[in-house]
């Protein structure tokens, strides 16, 4: 299985990138960990012309605080994410995503801006991306552009980004008050991609859920926030009776996937299912 | 248009011309004949493939050689240090952790940098680093105890230095 031929650039900063980029235009594919682009590339669901690796901007991999944000540049790999010791303390959805995302060599190699970019619909990143009510940053010849998370999930494999655009950094509001966190997944047994994946971000304060975000990847052509869900959740005291009755709300809306493995009732029935669960976890975890 | 790169694999630096199309594992096996890493899926999936990319276990067949330039590459050949194998090699020798050994490479680099990373692994910790390395034969019962073998075997040698 090889690829179609194409031109190899390696870009030496963003802002070469950038401009390689704007004198390719649709010939070009941005080429991050390769994960995703690589074997669609094998399989010729692909055949850019010219690929522009960022794999030589160190300025593109980084995790810090800064303006009160979590921001995590487009580059780093899952497997820096999954041992963060920063987001372990600050935002331990990232790594308990991180670590249930593929295996050890494609965490290695795999980057959240990638993957975020590629808009897998059984991607797992988007699901906690939503859930954190997360920002990406765009960029391109023009500047920097901040695209909501949940207007940046457009439809399968498609995103806001537009031609030219590069997704630079991904932002997380900070947290307010006691925070609950969890990621639950199911896999699918042959990739390892979500069958179900549900991501959720409880904040509490006086015993009543003060904010609630739930993403759920996996379950419908593009990731999406749980909106029933999360205003079941609201204003309300964390119980298992509460928690299951916002849970039964996972689906509401949205088309659901079908195929060999899961039938939609049965990932109508895993989406309830999970939600419950997770939500179950990051109540525990609220402190 | 071709690409000239520059990579040293197990210490020897080359200096190749190559299509950007060439995979790492192509490059390794046909251009450096390097025949230790396997192709198993060629679809990222089995880990047969895997080698060390500056310190970083990755799929070879997920990977353009183009991606490597400049890098350090370790594959299966150059872990064995002055004839005496590698601990997770003797491990999986002496726990019999392989069969027809078609995925032995790829499981004994994966293993390399699961104890790299983290030198004293619970069972479960050692499966959740091979999930992306398929074993058709032992059902992966006797690569974890070759796994925690070297395990052992490199603590007692950091212990005696
Ligand atoms: C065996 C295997 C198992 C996997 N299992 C999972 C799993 O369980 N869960 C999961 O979520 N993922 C899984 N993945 C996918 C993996 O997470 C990929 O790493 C990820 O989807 C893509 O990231 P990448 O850095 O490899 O991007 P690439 O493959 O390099 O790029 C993907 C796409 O995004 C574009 N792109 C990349 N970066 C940017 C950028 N900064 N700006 C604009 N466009 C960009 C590229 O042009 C391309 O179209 C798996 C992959 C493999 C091979
Ligand atoms: S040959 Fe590379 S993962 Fe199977
Ligand atoms: S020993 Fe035969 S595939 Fe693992």
Same mark, same amino acid.
């Given at each position: 299985?090889?690829?179609?031929?194409?031109?190899?650039?390696?870009?030496?900063?963003?802002?070469?990138?950038?401009?390689?980029?704007?004198?390719?235009?649709?010939?070009?594919?941005?080429?991050?960990?390769?994960?995703?682009?690589?074997?669609?590339?094998?399989?010729?669901?692909?055949?850019?012309?010219?690929?522009?690796?960022?794999?030589?901007?160190?300025?593109?991999?980084?995790?810090?605080?800064?303006?009160?944000?979590?921001?995590?540049?487009?580059?780093?790999?899952?497997?820096?994410?999954?041992?963060?010791?920063?987001? /372990?303390?600050?935002?331990?959805?990232?790594?308990?995503?991180?670590?249930?995302?593929?295996?050890?060599?494609?965490?290695?190699?795999?980057?959240?801006?990638?993957?975020?970019?590629?808009?897998?619909?059984?991607?797992?990143?988007?699901?906690?991306?939503?859930?954190?009510?997360?920002?990406?940053?765009?960029?391109?010849?023009?500047?920097?552009?901040?695209?909501?998370?949940?207007?940046?999930?457009?439809?399968?494999?498609?995103?806001?980004?537009?031609?030219?655009?590069?997704? /630079?950094?991904?932002?997380?509001? $900070?947290?307010? $008050?006691?925070?609950?966190?969890?990621?639950?997944?199911?896999?699918?047994?042959?990739?390892?991609?979500?069958? #179900?994946? #549900?991501? #959720?971000?409880?904040?509490?304060?006086?015993?009543?859920?003060?904010?609630?975000?739930?993403?759920?990847? $996996?379950?419908?052509?593009?990731?999406? /926030?749980?909106?029933n869900v999360e205003?079941g959740l609201?204003?309300?005291?964390?119980?298992?009776?509460t928690l299951s009755a916002a849970a039964a709300h996972?689906?509401? $809306? #949205?088309?659901?996937?079908?195929?060999?493995?899961?039938?939609?009732?049965?990932?109508?029935?895993?989406?309830?299912?999970?939600?419950?669960?997770?939500l179950?976890?990051?109540?525990?975890?609220?402190? | 248009?071709?690409?000239?790169?520059?990579?040293?694999?197990? %210490?020897?630096?080359?200096?190749?011309?190559?299509?950007?199309?060439?995979?790492?594992?192509?490059?390794?096996?046909?251009?450096?004949?390097?025949?230790?890493?396997?192709?198993?899926?060629?679809?990222?999936?089995?880990?047969?493939?895997?080698?060390?990319?500056?310190?970083?276990?990755?799929?070879?067949?997920?990977?353009?050689?183009?991606?490597?330039?400049?890098?350090?590459?370790?594959?299966?050949?150059?872990?064995?240090?002055?004839?005496?194998?590698?601990?997770?090699?003797?491990?999986?020798?002496?726990?019999?952790?392989?069969?027809?050994?078609?995925?032995?490479?790829?499981?004994?680099?994966?293993?390399?940098?699961?104890?790299?990373?983290?030198?004293?692994?619970?069972?479960?910790?050692?499966?959740?680093?091979?999930? %992306?390395?398929?074993?058709?034969?032992? %059902?992966?019962?006797?690569?974890?105890?070759?796994?925690?073998?070297?395990?052992?075997?490199?603590?007692?040698?950091?212990?005696?230095?």
């Amino acid at each position: 299985m090889i690829p179609a031929s194409f031109d190899y650039i390696a870009a030496k900063s963003l802002d070469e990138a950038i401009s390689l980029l704007a004198t390719h235009k649709d010939d070009a594919k941005i080429l991050a960990g390769g994960h995703s682009l690589l074997p669609a590339m094998k399989l010729r669901l692909m055949q850019p012309k010219v690929l522009i690796d960022l794999g030589r901007i160190k300025e593109l991999s980084y995790i810090k605080e800064e303006a009160g944000q979590l921001r995590i540049g487009a580059m780093t790999t899952h497997f820096q994410v999954e041992t963060s010791d920063l987001l /372990r303390r600050v935002c331990p959805l990232l790594p308990e995503t991180a670590t249930q995302l593929g295996d050890m060599q494609v965490r290695n190699k795999g980057t959240i801006g990638g993957s975020v970019a590629h808009s897998d619909p059984a991607a797992d990143w988007p699901a906690a991306i939503l859930a954190l009510d997360a920002e990406i940053v765009a960029t391109s010849a023009r500047g920097d552009r901040v695209i909501k998370a949940t207007s940046f999930f457009v439809e399968m494999l498609t995103t806001a980004l537009e031609p030219g655009e590069i997704l /630079r950094e991904i932002r997380i509001p $900070g947290g307010k $008050g006691k925070s609950g966190q969890a990621y639950v997944k199911v896999r699918h047994p042959a990739s390892g991609f979500a069958v #179900v994946g #549900v991501a #959720v971000n409880l904040a509490a304060d006086g015993g009543k859920c003060q904010s609630a975000g739930v993403g759920i990847t $996996g379950v419908s052509p593009k990731a999406y /926030r749980a909106a029933n869900v999360e205003s079941g959740l609201k204003g309300n005291a964390l119980d298992a009776k509460t928690l299951s009755a916002a849970a039964a709300h996972a689906a509401d $809306g #949205v088309d659901i996937n079908s195929d060999l493995y899961a039938s939609a009732e049965y990932r109508k029935q895993l989406a309830t299912v999970y939600t419950r669960r997770a939500l179950e976890i990051a109540a525990s975890r609220l402190k | 248009m071709k690409k000239t790169i520059s990579v040293t694999v197990n %210490g020897v630096t080359h200096q190749n011309e190559i299509e950007p199309r060439l995979l790492l594992v192509q490059y390794i096996r046909d251009v450096l004949n390097l025949t230790g890493t396997h192709v198993g899926c060629e679809t990222s999936l089995c880990g047969a493939c895997t080698v060390m990319v500056d310190g970083q276990a990755v799929k070879s067949c997920t990977m353009l050689a183009a991606q490597a330039d400049g890098s350090t590459v370790t594959t299966i050949e150059g872990l064995a240090q002055g004839g005496e194998l590698h601990p997770v090699q003797s491990g999986f020798w002496e726990h019999h952790g392989l069969q027809c050994g078609y995925c032995t490479p790829g499981m004994i680099m994966a293993s390399a940098q699961i104890l790299q990373r983290n030198p004293d692994p619970t069972d479960e910790e050692i499966r959740h680093g091979l999930e %992306g390395n398929l074993c058709r034969c032992t %059902g992966y019962q006797n690569i974890v105890q070759a796994v925690q073998c070297a395990a052992k075997k490199m603590k007692s040698k950091s212990v005696a230095r």
